[in-house]
Nanobody, 117 residues
Framework: QVQLVESGGGLVEAGGSLTLSCAAS????????MGWYRQAPGKQRELAAHITNGGGLYYADSVKGRFTISRDNRKNTVYLQMNSLKPGDTAVYYC???????????WGQGTQVTVSS
């Protein structure tokens, strides 16, 4: 059974940092493209960053230079290091695993990040 479990969310002041983790199970993690999406109240879910199975990186313009995505294939875990957080980063952050061979996707339950001004 595929499972993604996020952790590391919380409340932080503007300018602070948080690191999100997503532990995956029930999948061949190393072949997956892993991503972090976020959804703010009243807005659509948007891609923040992803990392391919080859280590290729993508960042949304809104987080570029502040967020860093990484993965540890030995631990089946993907991370999102978030620095210089802004109130506009407040959202529920979701971990996503995309299988590029089957075009199927799995989601975690989400973790809340709240940045106070």
């Amino acid at each position: 059974q595929v499972q993604l479990v996020e952790s590391g969310g919380g409340l932080v002041e503007a300018g602070g940092s948080l690191t999100l983790s997503c532990a995956a199970s029930g999948m061949l993690f190393s072949i997956m493209r892993m991503g972090w999406y976020r959804q703010a109240p009243g807005k659509q879910r948007e891609l923040a960053a992803h990392i391919t199975n080859g280590g290729g990186l993508y960042y949304a313009d809104s987080v570029k230079g502040r967020f860093t995505i990484s993965r540890d294939n030995r631990k089946n875990t993907v991370y999102l290091q978030m620095n210089s957080l802004k109130p506009g980063d407040t959202a529920v952050y979701y971990c996503n695993a995309f299988n590029p061979f089957t075009s199927t996707s799995s989601w975690g339950q989400g973790t809340q990040v709240t940045v106070s001004s």
